[in-house]
Every structure is written in C-alpha cells, then in structure tokens.
C-alpha cells in the first residue's frame, strides 16, 4: 500500500434530501449505497422530476434549494432512517414527517407541487454515490479565487481528505482506497474525475453567488470543468474524521 504522507479524513458530510444542504457528520456508516442516509430524499415537482439547480431529463431547476438544508434528528440505522427535518434561511426547522417542510418548500419557492418523498426509484444521485475532494485541491480553487469564500460545500463531496498536491485525488482512479483500520474499515474505487456545473457557484448560507467558480475550474488545463472524483463503496463499514486513508498500489 502506498501511505501518501499520512492522509486522514477531514470532513464528512451527508446529504439527507437531494440539492438542498447537508450536514457535516463525525461519522457515518457506509455500504453500496454510499453513506447511509445520503440523498435518500428528494424534492419532486408536480411532473415527477427531481428538484435540482439544472434542468435535465430527469432534474427539474427549482430555485433557492440551496438556501435550505437538511439533518437527521437521529442517527441513520441500517434498521431505520428516520425522516429529516429541513432547516430554513432564518434558521427556523420544519420536519418532513409532519408535511411541515412540504407546506414550507411550496412558501418558498413558490411553486404549490413540489414535496420532499424517500425512494422515488429514480436514481437520486448525478453520477455516483460516493464522492471525494482533497483539501490541497480545495485550496487551490481558492488561491484562484481571491476575496470570496470558497467551502467545499460548494462541490458537495461526501469524503475531505487532508492532502498536501492539488489534483492527487484523481490519480486513485482505478486504485482501491481504504478509509480506517480494522474490520469496519471502508473501501472504496474511484472511476472518475466529476464534471461540474453551475451549481458550484449558486448562493449558499454564507456563500455569494458567483459565476467565477466554475469558470475557473473551467480553465483547468488537464481537466476542464472537473473537480473531485466519484465511485464505489465496495467494502461496507464505518468512516469517521480523523480515520487514516491509505490509496493500494496500482
């Protein structure tokens, strides 16, 4: 195995309703799935189209998503996931089991057909269940984007990893990555560096709308328009920040 300077789990986030913020988490179980809890929910509109901030074949834009976000009141169980509650702009929460968050999206956006469902059977993810971004790539974007706040909120990964070169995460393609130690560690193959759009750039709580980031991932000599790489999980287990991550010779 190839140690790469001591990498460690920096953050893990998880995503309970598609397109609307998530929530940082110390820790999180992991399968096939990707993170258990992780986009298990999704807006729909009045057409069956998945709440998005593009429009596509299966994405419908709804404007503002953004400006929510979304937590388990208690811990997903392979047993039971527990319906999320959505938090608004003004910090007031409003809990999907009650129908509380379906009559505060319809306020919100405006738009009456909307509602938050579980397991529509449309693929909930754009690409991939699982993601992961290197902090040396996360500070690059922002050396390049001097004066605005660059999170990586904004690229909405499931896994940060302490990493000192920018771009590293893209050479594990192929490669098995191992996440913790031990017979709950994770493994997971990476397929593909991720194309963005124009989400990285939408407003956020704390974040200002800008065009500027995508535009200069878009500059990217090697890989326009990409940052981050997606894949697998093919090992189910339990990921936790502070865990050691050790890339498996090619």
């Not at 991939?128 to 999170?151: E, I, K, M, N």
Request: aromatic share 4%; hydrophobic share 40%.
């Amino acid at each position: 195995m190839d140690a790469l300077d001591g990498l460690t789990v920096a953050e893990i986030w998880r995503y309970p309703v598609k397109s609307l913020g998530g929530e940082s988490v110390p820790a999180s179980l992991a399968d096939e799935g990707g993170l258990l809890g992780d986009r298990v929910w999704a807006v729909l509109d009045g057409d069956g189209k998945l709440g998005s901030g593009k429009n596509s074949l299966r994405f419908r834009r709804v404007p503002g998503l953004l400006d929510l976000a979304a937590r388990y009141p208690a811990e997903p169980g392979p047993a039971r996931i527990e319906p999320p509650v959505v938090t608004g702009p003004d910090g007031t929460e409003h809990p999907v089991a009650t129908g509380a968050a379906d009559e505060f999206l319809r306020r919100h956006t405006g738009q009456q057909q909307v509602r938050i469902c579980r397991d529509t059977g449309i693929m909930h993810f754009d690409e991939v269940p699982f993601t992961l971004l290197g902090t040396a790539t996360l500070d690059w974007l922002a050396r390049q984007l001097p004066g605005g706040p660059v999170s990586a909120r904004r690229l909405r990964p499931n896994l940060v990893v302490h990493t000192r070169k920018p771009f590293i995460e893209e050479t594990w393609l192929g490669r098995t990555v191992c996440i913790g130690t031990g017979k709950d560690a994770v493994h997971a193959v990476f397929d593909r560096v991720l194309e963005r759009c124009v989400m990285v750039g939408m407003r956020q709580p704390g974040l200002t709308e800008s065009g500027a980031v995508l535009k200069r991932i878009g500059q990217r000599d090697d890989n326009p328009l990409c940052m981050a790489i997606g894949g697998q999980i093919t090992r189910p287990g339990l990921l936790r920040t502070g865990d050691p991550v050790t890339v498996v010779a090619s």
